[in-house]
Nanobody
Framework: QAHLVESGGGSVQAGGSLRLSCALS????????LGWFRQAPGKEREGVAS????????HYADSAKARFTISVDRAKNILYLQMTSLKPEDTGLYLC????????????????WGQGTQVTVSS
C-alpha cells in the first residue's frame, strides 16, 4: 500500500501556476508533520514547505516564500502545494513526505515518502 501518492505535476511556462496534490493513507494522515520536497537531476533533495497538522504552523524555503502555499484538507486526507510565479529553477521531481519527527525542511527528518510528480518550468 502506498502511503503517499502525488499528482498534479506537468510542464508550464515561467510565470505559470500548478497545484500539486498528495493523497494520504490513514497512516500518513496521522502524521504531525507533512512536507513537500523537490529533487533536481544531480542535486540533493531540498525542502520546499512543511506543515504542522496540529495547528497553523508552516515553514517555507526562502525560494518558495511568497510564491508557494502548503495546505492540507483533513476531510479528504490530501496535502496540497499551490505554486505560483513558477521559475525554471523550480523544475524537479516534487515529493511529499510524512511522519516527520520535526516539521523541518530536512529530508532526513521524514520517514515516509511518495514517488513524486515531475514539474518542468520552461523559460
Amino acid at each position: 500500500q502506498a502511503h503517499l501518492v502525488e499528482s498534479g505535476g506537468g510542464s508550464v511556462q515561467a510565470g505559470g501556476s500548478l497545484r500539486l496534490s498528495c493523497a494520504l493513507s490513514e497512516y500518513a494522515a496521522s502524521s504531525y508533520c507533512l512536507g513537500w520536497f523537490r529533487q533536481a537531476p544531480g542535486k540533493e533533495r531540498e525542502g520546499v514547505a512543511s506543515l504542522y497538522t496540529g495547528g497553523t504552523t508552516t515553514h517555507y524555503a526562502d525560494s518558495a516564500k511568497a510564491r508557494f502555499t502548503i495546505s492540507v484538507d483533513r476531510a479528504k486526507n490530501i496535502l496540497y502545494l499551490q505554486m505560483t510565479s513558477l521559475k525554471p529553477e523550480d523544475t524537479g521531481l516534487y515529493l511529499c513526505a510524512a511522519m516527520g519527527r520535526t516539521c523541518s525542511l530536512r529530508a532526513q527528518d521524514y520517514q515516509v515518502w511518495g514517488q513524486g510528480t515531475q514539474v518542468t518550468v520552461s523559460s
